[in-house]
């Protein structure tokens, strides 16, 4: 019998969340993703003080703001992963941009094209843009110049049906988060087949199955097991070293629960969300509001961590 997580990679694309390159190495993912919290975390451990090193006498040399050796350091590091896994590497977008369009543009352009000049073509790269209504927006240019976009912090339909009238190449609506909402909300325990952050994506995968939409659904930050097991077969899930094991080491039958070709018959009708129903269909979701803006605060301050430490190695 194979491992549960040979399973999945036979319906979907497994992607590694996290920046620890020994992990990857290990469960051997298609793709993998980062965020300011997994590079802080990885710029901590000893094994990739080398990455950090390099970005902080780069940042000397050249008279570097801290902004830009942090994106350095957000570039070693990816730069490291595309010799480890054969498709996409994340990197995001600083999350103190996620309301600013022109912003975003400007440091999306700066990033791919040092990974250019490293050699690293953009078709290897996914830029990973908050989904609010400017991060949308600024994905929708990028796409067009072929820079290829992971829509992070997707909590409703509105967000997901907004970037796939963008463009977007892929999204990653959350699960745990929208389960860890729901919990605190209603104080009720849920089931895989109950939980909602594993409706929110079904239903998302839905509605772009039954649209023909072509955007890559990508369900992300789950709490559990049962989670992946009930999204098997979504486009791609995205999943942590820890659940990664716990796939390896199950043996235990895998059944697929999302199927492109199945039929969708009580998807809504396709949505054509100007900026004014976008913003009033995510006020009307408490839940997405709110983790949207939790999602972005806490990136925000990892992020801000991470500079805080950059900074201090600049002085020393």
């Not at 998807?267 to 100007?274: F, I, K, Q």
Request: glycine share 6%; hydrophobic share 40%.
């Amino acid at each position: 019998m194979t491992s549960k997580l040979e399973q999945l990679r036979a319906m979907t694309t497994v992607v590694a969340d996290t920046g620890d390159m020994e992990a990857i190495r290990a469960f051997k993912p298609t793709d993998c993703t980062t965020n300011p919290t997994l590079i802080l975390k990885a710029a901590q451990m000893p094994a990739y003080s080398h990455l950090v090193d390099e970005a902080i006498e780069w940042g000397k040399s050249h008279r570097a703001v801290t902004s830009q050796v942090t994106d350095r350091l957000a570039v070693n590091f990816g730069a490291e992963l595309t010799r480890i896994v054969p498709g996409r590497v994340s990197t995001e977008v600083d999350a103190d941009l996620s309301f600013d369009t022109q912003g975003s543009l400007t440091k999306a352009r700066a990033l791919i094209a040092d990974y250019e000049s490293r050699g690293i073509s953009r078709d290897r790269i996914l830029i990973k843009l908050a989904s609010t209504w400017e991060g949308i927006r600024a994905a929708e240019v990028l796409q067009t110049e072929g820079i290829d976009c992971n829509m992070t912090l997707i909590f409703s339909l509105a967000q997901a049906a907004a970037c796939a009238d963008a463009k977007a190449f892929l999204i990653s609506p959350f699960v745990g988060r929208i389960l860890d909402w729901h919990m605190k909300s209603t104080g009720q325990t849920y089931t895989a087949e109950t939980d909602p952050g594993v409706l929110s994506v079904r239903s998302i995968y839905a509605y772009y199955k039954a649209h023909g939409i072509k955007t890559v659904v990508m369900g992300a930050s789950f709490r559990n097991l049962g989670e992946i097991e009930a999204l098997a077969g979504c486009d791609r899930l995205t999943i942590s070293p820890q659940l990664l094991d716990e796939l390896a080491k199950s043996q235990e039958p895998l059944q697929r629960k999302l199927d492109p070709d199945a039929r969708f018959a009580e998807t809504p009708a396709r949505m054509s969300l100007d900026e004014k129903a976008f913003r009033f269909m995510l006020n009307e979701d408490a839940m997405a509001t709110e983790k949207l803006a939790e999602g972005i605060r806490l990136f925000a301050k990892d992020l801000q961590t991470l500079r805080e430490m950059v900074s201090k190695r600049l002085l020393s």
